[in-house]
């Protein structure tokens, strides 16, 4: 039971760290089933604890040390095991493609790059990146609901993870799409600099933000983006946000990297 409380404690770290717009580090190994969420969890912690790279305890103030969510995990409430897989069962019972399905076709990998046709957008990578397409990310996509509200849950399903990459010491890339109508229903025609400020806005709530950059159009690959930089707990973020349709906007988050790095890696769909 003890096992159980921690592994709650860090997942609910990991729902600080996707908050703040942080990258959700990704497991190296696919052996392991992204319906277990269990032992992803556990696979997830144990990498972190070895890896130099920014982790979960390292970079967030919701884990400040082992100690501390160890003594989280002995005076929480007993959580019993059947009320730990019912809540499994809200996500793991249900196709990715179901769960995570929006109102817009997202990209694939082919090779070492991930190309979205919709987006008009290449990611190329080094030929020893990890790649992670949706169903590989099911299960990091779905944990942070476990902690959240059906209100923080419904505007958090808005947006739907679609790949991630890692490569190198520390880089992570990932990309997101979202639903600006149902994730901002009051404003559905913002801008992708007036997203990227709002969700800025937001993270300044519950996080030390700063280095605010001023948003700037950059042209990357043949397609226009607005680029955005912060650090969040100190925890620096790149940005790229470019609307697909009227409703729709694709984000690139970076980590770990430099922008002339990532930016090297858009190409032109051919």
Known sequence: MKKTAVIITLAAAMLSLASCGRQ???TSSLDTSYH?????????AAKDEKSDAPTVQSTTAAAASDEEAVQTAETAEPVSEAAVQATESNYTSQPADQVMETAFNKGKIVGNAYISDLAGLKLV???DAELYGKDALYTNYMMPTR???EEEKEHYMTGVIDFSATYGEASKINVWYYDLKQRYPETPDMTP?????LEIANY???????DISVPEKITLGGSEYTKISYTCDSYPTIKY???????????IEASGTTAADI????????
């Open 204 to 210: 300044k709530q519950s996080f030390t933000v700063a």
């Open 125 to 127: 990578f080094p030929a």
């Open 263 to 270: 930016e090297n890696r858009f190409e032109t769909i051919s």
């Open 147 to 149: 902690f959240m509200t």
């Open 193 to 197: 600099e007036e997203y990227l400020q």
């Open 36 to 44: 277990d969420s269990t032992n992803t969890a556990a696979a997830v």
């Open 241 to 251: 946000a470019k609307k697909i349709s009227s409703d729709n906007i694709i984000v």
């Open 24 to 26: 959700m580090h990704i």
